[in-house]
């Protein structure tokens, strides 16, 4: 299976942008599938995560502002990103994993990754 992402892109502060990621093989129904910021030089770090049950986790740098769905059918996540600032700005990756325990937002663990989108928020 892979992860195919699209979206991102470049906005001014305050708008919104919106990153959708198709999981495509089988078993994914049952994964945590999430979106992870990476900073240069930095590990990445969950942004939002949802598991099976459909219930989003989010960062608190994201409460408020991102929305993270599922689509079971289309077995997609979509993150819609509102409210958008400069400190936003990073590569962001789809990322899948199969946990014993509810999904976290730490990258450990979570074996598959998508390529990358990048987001860019000028002031």
């Known amino acids: 299976g892979q992860l195919v992402e699209s979206g991102g892109g470049s906005v001014e502060s305050g708008g919104s942008l919106r990153l959708s990621c198709e999981a495509s093989?089988?078993?994914?129904?049952?994964?945590?599938l999430g979106w992870f910021r990476q900073d240069p030089d930095q590990e990445r770090v969950g942004a939002a995560v949802i598991g099976r049950q459909g219930t989003p986790i989010y960062a608190d740098s994201a409460k408020g502002r991102f929305t993270l769905s599922r689509d079971y059918v289309k077995n997609t996540i979509i993150l819609e990103m509102t409210g958008l600032k400069p400190e936003d700005t990073a590569n962001y990756y789809c990322?899948?994993?199969?946990?014993?325990?509810?999904?976290?937002?730490?990258?450990?663990?979570?074996?598959?990754w998508g390529q990358g989108t990048q987001v860019t928020v000028s002031s």
């Open positions: 990322a899948a994993g199969r946990f014993q325990r509810p999904c976290g937002l730490e990258q450990d663990g979570y074996a598959s």
């Open positions: 093989g089988p078993g994914y129904l049952t994964y945590c």
